[in-house]
C-alpha cells in the first residue's frame, strides 16, 4: 500500500462544475497536509495547506480533512479551463521531519 | 512572501561533464531544502533533504557521489549532478522551508538535458 494514495485520472468536468480530488493517506500519525497545483512542464506551487479536521476554504478552493478516515480532498468550485492541471496531494508523515511525501496526483481536465 | 528561485532554468549539456543548479530562497531564510527530480509523466521523487550547515541525507538509491548538494548558507542550497548521462537527463526542482513553519515552496525548476 502506497503512503498517500490519488487517483490518476483524468478527471474530466465541464467549466463551472464542482471538480473533487481526493487523496488518501496510511500513516494516521500524519499532521500536515497540502495540496500543489502542476501544470505540464511547470514546478508545483502550493494551493492550500491543513492541518485541523473540517473545512478550510480559500476563495474557489476548499480543502478538507478527516483523519479518522483518513483522507483529505480538494473541492475546486467554479472550474475553469486554466484549473486544467495535476494536483498533487502531500502529507507530512508522523516524525518525518519536514519531509513531505506525495501521491502520484490527479490530473484534472476542465473543458469549456 | 516565500519565493524560491533556481538557476539555470535549462541547461543541456554533453555527457560526462558536470553541472551545478542553484537553489535560493529570495526573501526568508530556508533551515531545510530538499531536491526532487521528476520524470515525463512522473511524480515528484525526494532524492535529498539538505539542512544548512550540515551534510544532507539521501533517500535509498540516489548516489551521494553523484549528485553533491552543499547547503552553503540558509539562502542556497546548490545540487551539483557529477559526470552526467543521458539518464540523468530530468527536470530537477528544489523547494524550501521558512524556519517558522512546514510548508514547502517549490523553485521554477531545472531541466537538464544530457546528450
Known amino acids: 500500500q502506497k503512503e498517500v494514495e490519488q487517483n490518476s485520472g483524468p478527471l474530466s468536468v465541464p467549466e463551472g462544475a464542482i471538480a473533487s480530488l481526493n487523496c488518501t493517506y496510511s500513516?494516521?500519525?500524519?499532521?500536515?497536509f497540502f495540496w500543489y497545483r502542476q501544470y505540464s512542464g511547470k514546478s508545483p506551487e502550493l494551493i492550500m495547506f491543513i492541518y485541523s479536521n473540517g473545512d478550510k476554504e480559500d476563495g474557489r478552493f476548499t480543502a478538507q480533512l478527516n483523519k479518522a478516515s483518513q483522507y483529505v480532498s480538494l473541492l475546486i468550485r467554479d472550474s475553469q479551463p486554466s484549473d486544467s492541471a495535476t494536483y498533487l496531494c502531500a502529507v507530512m508523515l508522523n516524525n518525518a521531519g519536514n519531509m513531505l511525501t506525495f501521491g502520484g496526483g490527479t490530473r484534472l481536465m476542465v473543458k469549456p | 512572501g516565500a519565493v524560491v528561485s533556481q538557476h539555470p532554468s535549462r541547461v543541456i549539456c554533453k555527457s560526462g561533464t558536470s553541472v551545478k543548479i542553484e537553489c535560493r530562497s529570495l526573501d526568508f531564510q530556508a533551515t531545510t531544502m530538499f531536491w526532487y527530480r521528476q520524470f515525463p509523466k512522473q511524480s515528484l521523487m525526494l532524492m535529498a533533504t539538505?539542512?544548512?550547515?550540515?551534510?544532507?541525507?539521501?533517500e535509498q538509491g540516489v548516489e551521494k557521489d553523484k549528485f553533491l548538494i552543499n547547503h552553503a548558507s540558509l539562502t542556497l542550497s546548490t545540487l551539483t549532478v557529477t559526470s552526467a548521462h543521458p539518464e540523468d537527463s530530468s527536470f530537477y526542482i528544489c523547494?524550501?522551508?521558512?524556519?517558522?513553519?512546514?510548508?514547502?515552496?517549490f523553485g521554477p525548476g531545472t531541466r537538464l538535458t544530457v546528450l
Open positions: 539538505s539542512n544548512e550547515g550540515s551534510k544532507a541525507t539521501y
Open positions: 500513516d494516521r500519525g500524519s499532521q500536515s
Open positions: 523547494s524550501a522551508t521558512p524556519g517558522d513553519t512546514d510548508t514547502q515552496y
